[in-house]
């Protein structure tokens, strides 16, 4: 095997620092995930269940979080319910929301 046939990894940082669009300010950062509730919502794409599993095994192996409660959308292409957002905002202390394929 040649290096030429070896492909390159990118990784990213998905780390945003902090800005305002059109006068929507990003939430602040937590200080720690130690007794914080977390949401996981998937939204109905192949796999995004299996990545959001594996981050909550994540979550509960490197951080004392509270709790971690899985959600996911109705159906794949339609946004999610304001009723299922709102719910996770007012519930939860966190959200990660994952894209599958």
Known sequence: ????????????DPRAEE???DGVTMAPRLDTLD???VALLHDQKLNGDKLLFMV???LKEQYEVGEVVYHAKPFVSDVSPPELLDGIAQ???????AIGD
């Open 1 to 12: 095997m040649t290096t030429e046939s070896v492909k390159k990894m990118i990784a990213l």
């Open 35 to 37: 007794g914080k509730r």
């Open 19 to 21: 800005q305002t669009v």
């Open 91 to 97: 519930k939860f202390d966190a959200a990660v929301i």
């Open 56 to 58: 909550a095994d994540l």
